[in-house]
């Protein structure tokens, strides 16, 4: 009887480890997960992004039109139950058509073709795992170097609250602080918040909705003022294959605005607004 005892038991703890140690992935949406892998995990998460921006036109550019490529694989390794280490390795291939044209001079037609990458690395630590109410408080702190703003160095501060619910329902909020040092902007910072939505149809299927708003403030080395806005609005889905992997996709729109001198023309710009197409399709592995 004992020994039916025994292996009932153990049966029982493999189940609620299953249970709790659901798949921490920060995919879909662009909020971070609050809850680190456990320890000896071994995690990728990859994505591709597509953005079109449409410019509007103002004085000095006539038309704008950006599209963007943007990969990224991240890797995440758990190093206990509440800490682990995340490096980032993101992608982007960048082609814009531009057509400006000065004072008295005749429109100059431009078609940009750029390459760009970098490397990250991370520290994920959860502040507390969730609570009986459901709350759960996670931070993630490192650096990035890439070259997308003229080659530099990224600091960069998360803090991610989320929220589940009985039915099937998480409410996740970011709040991300990003320090910039780089040859053409030494000094720009910009901060980041994110609200996201996942509502679970099924055990495969997961529904999720995601608003995020930019803000940024830097200066160039002639100390001319820069400023972006951004926000972008977008839902999708996500599909389990099994516990330990997950497919997802997503489409949105959103809304851009900036101001300051144009680093590419090296004249000053009035201020510009610009609105975006948004699709992202990624997957999330855990070994």
């Excluded at 994110?194 to 149809?201: E, K």
């Excluded at 001319?224 to 599909?239: K, P, R, V």
């Excluded at 099994?242 to 101001?259: I, V």
């Excluded at 948004?278 to 999330?284: A, R």
Aim: aromatic share 14%; hydrophobic share 40%.
């Amino acid at each position: 009887m004992s020994k039916i005892l025994t292996a009932l038991l153990i049966l029982l703890s493999f189940y609620v480890r299953g249970q709790d140690n659901a798949m921490s992935s920060d995919r879909p949406g662009s909020t971070y997960s609050t809850s680190p892998l456990l320890k000896g995990e071994f995690q990728l998460q990859s994505g591709l992004n597509y953005q079109f921006h449409i410019q509007e036109p103002n004085p000095l550019i006539l038309i704008t039109n950006k599209h963007l490529f943007q990969g990224n694989i991240n890797l995440r390794f758990g190093l206990s139950d509440k800490f682990e280490l995340e490096a980032a390795f993101p992608q982007q291939l960048e082609f814009i058509s531009s057509a400006y044209q000065l004072e008295d001079t005749p429109i100059d037609e431009q078609t940009t073709f750029d390459y760009l990458n970098g490397v990250g690395l991370f520290s994920r630590f959860a502040i507390f795992r969730e609570n009986p109410k459901g709350w759960s408080l996670g931070t993630r702190f490192g650096f990035q170097y890439d070259s997308f703003v003229r080659s530099g160095i990224t600091a960069n501060l998360d803090l991610t609250l989320q929220k589940n619910f009985k039915e099937g329902l998480s409410l996740s909020s970011s709040l991300s602080y990003f320090h910039l040092v780089a040859n053409e902007l030494p000094n720009a910072q910009w901060l980041q918040w994110a609200i996201n939505a996942n509502y679970s149809l099924s055990e495969k299927i997961k529904l999720y909705g995601d608003f995020q708003s930019s803000m940024a403030i830097g200066a160039n080395d002639l100390e001319e003022i820069l400023a972006w806005q951004m926000f972008i609005a977008s839902i999708g889905t996500q599909y389990f294959l099994s516990e330990n992997l997950a497919l997802d996709t997503g489409f949105g729109l959103g809304k851009g605005n900036s101001s300051g001198p144009n680093l590419e023309t090296e004249v000053d710009s009035q201020k510009s607004q610009s609105d975006l197409i948004y699709c992202t399709v990624g997957v999330s592995y855990r070994f």
